[in-house]
């Protein structure tokens, strides 16, 4: 069983950064893929980034060159460092994972395990 928890979400102006963390508990180590999604309102999920603990990760091109995700195995804790930050990035953020390696597969498309709570990220001036 794994349980993710989200923190870090907030009010940020346009152009500006943030790091959303998820901690997890549970065996994730080498098992799991993790993944960060966004649900904004009136608008579908979409995945955002996902990784295995090893491989090249996934970026949704709405993303690309401004999001990065990490994962710290030792701590069980997955991080989405958001910079350059638009209107358009406002949503509720979830964490999410699965037993598999195939993180495209849950970024696009098999809907994960196992997911956190969300924490809300807000983009405005």
């Known amino acids: 069983q794994v349980q993710l928890v989200e923190s870090g979400g907030a009010l940020v102006q346009p152009g500006g950064s943030l790091r959303l963390s998820c901690a997890a508990s549970?065996?994730?180590?080498?098992?799991?893929?993790i993944g960060w999604f966004r649900q904004a309102p009136g608008k579908e999920r979409e995945g955002v980034a996902c990784r295995f603990v090893y491989g090249s990760p996934y970026y949704a091109d709405s993303v690309k060159g401004r999001f990065t995700i990490s994962r710290d195995d030792v701590k069980s804790t997955v991080y989405l460092q958001m910079n350059s930050l638009r209107p358009e990035d406002t949503a509720v953020y979830y964490c999410a994972a699965s037993q598999t390696t195939a993180v495209r597969t849950v970024c696009l498309g098999t809907a994960p395990t196992y997911w956190g709570q969300g924490t809300q990220v807000t983009v405005s001036s």
């Open positions: 549970g065996d994730i180590v080498g098992r799991y893929v």
